[in-house]
């Protein structure tokens, strides 16, 4: 089996050991891998937009330390075992910059990525990367057996067959030998919210265009109708941080940068924001679902 030359041992390793335990028809042209994330968090003790425009590169979580899921990228922990499980330990010893970048593949062509529950933006990568990505499904931390690459790609259908929440309902993509802004990246996709703010202005100073999905939105009313998603809790947080009745994405990054606020339990009051807040087309939320724009 092919893939692109240039690639290091270490990949082509992993991508050769994924590939011997994938099934199904090659991948058709169009979907694309997309990274969600939030536009307005910090990096490095840098806006993240800010420290992708200095670095040039898409860093993982053993780079960053950070993450919109879980908190696990280090040597013994569940993402390092995930990891050399699925890739057949291919990447044990290396160095934190050699390891995939996590995102998913858009196969639904949702206008908010393909994984919305990591963050209200994303970045779209050129159809040239599905070329060095791995896939699998579920979820890593759910520790999948079905496996993907471009060449055989038998996720589809088994994603379409289940019925997991919205939310979890994604093929997750590792991309190997790295994310190189001006070379990988098709174009940034931020949340309706973000316009004339200075999310907005770094986005602008980046190498790929800038597109607007409609936004994420969800009244105070609407919120509390479900409030047994995540729990009663991240309810009364979310009806705290809102604005004028309603909560937007740009509402929970001006909470998480206060610093008063636990970043995990703001990630539940996103998860309730995208799971009922969605636009239309963003596959997570029915029409009944979601809010009146206005």
Known sequence: MDFPDGLSTRALRALRHVAAHAAGPPLGPGPRIT????PDRLSGGLPILASLARDGVYHS??????SNGGLTAHPGGDRWRWESRIFGGAYDDAG???RPV??????????????????????RLTARTTARATFCYPDSAAEPTDFGVASVMGLIARAEADERDALD???ESHVHGGVLLARDIEALVLDASYRGTPVESAARLLPFPLEWHPGYVLTVDRLREHAGYRGPRYTALGTRIARDGRLTPRHLGDAARTGRYDLQHLK???????????????????????????
Do not use: K
Request: charged residues 10%; proline residues 6%.
């Open 61 to 66: 979580q053993f780079v960053t330390g950070t």
């Open 96 to 98: 934190p910059a050699e």
């Open 102 to 123: 996590y995102g998913a593949l858009d196969f639904r062509r949702q206008v908010v990525g393909a994984a919305p529950r990591f963050g209200s933006s994303h970045l």
């Open 169 to 171: 309902d994604y093929i």
């Open 268 to 294: 539940m009051v996103w998860h309730t924001l995208a799971r009922f807040g969605a636009p239309q087309g963003a596959g997570t939320a029915s029409a009944a679902d979601v809010p009146a724009a206005g």
């Open 35 to 38: 990274l969600n994330f939030h």
